[in-house]
């Protein structure tokens, strides 16, 4: 039974995932699909090119919360497997990516993971932010240094001593972010202001 219940959480999460803010908001506001344009995605980054920064934030914001709520849910749930905190941060992130409600194209996680960092360890989602950072910063293209920094964020957490439930996290929601980014491993585009192609 309580294996049952607990699944919920992270049907909870893909469901959560789901919810294509940007896409919606490029819709209202500007009569649009997001996905038209830009990188092709569901992301951030393209709702400011096409709606405006303000826009852009409230997508930001939105999609953070996807990937928090349902992860500080689990976090912080009594009698449910250990496994099933990383499992909830993977699907949210697995729901932004291909979402239910958007015949399965959406975002590129980056957001979504972050919002399950947060829900975790704060501290250990400032790691991350600097390790996708530093990697964009030295390999020029946003894409490639996601795949990396998905790659990665799990054993720079080992690194700092952070071996609990947050480790499992971030190699949970990091290997869905690398996965996601490969497709645009060869796009030339400026998704970020800090690519330099």
């Not at 964020?153 to 869905?176: E, K, Q, S």
Request: charged share 10%.
């Amino acid at each position: 039974m309580i294996f049952l219940s607990s699944l919920l959480f992270p049907l909870l999460a893909y469901l959560l995932g789901s919810l294509p803010f940007s896409i919606w908001v490029t819709r209202f506001v500007k009569g649009v699909d997001v996905r038209d344009a830009g990188s092709g995605h569901a992301t951030t980054t393209n709702t400011i090119r096409q709606a405006g920064f303000g826009w852009g934030a409230l997508v930001f914001v939105l999609d953070v919360a996807k990937g928090f709520i349902p992860t500080y849910l689990a976090f912080h749930s009594n009698n449910i497997p250990p496994y099933i905190v990383p499992l909830t941060a993977a699907c949210a992130v697995i729901g932004h990516c291909w979402p239910l409600f958007a015949n399965f194209r959406g975002g590129m996680g980056l957001a979504t993971a972050g919002g399950s960092f947060l829900a975790v360890n704060p501290f250990a989602f400032l790691i991350c932010a600097a390790l996708l950072i530093l990697l964009v910063l030295v390999i020029h293209h946003s894409a490639r240094a996601s795949v990396f920094a998905g790659i990665l964020a799990a054993p720079a957490l080992w690194i700092f001593n952070f071996r609990d439930i947050i480790f499992w996290v971030a190699l949970g929601a990091g290997l869905v972010i690398a996965v996601r980014f490969l497709i645009d491993w060869n796009r030339q585009y400026r998704e970020l202001w800090l690519d330099r192609n």
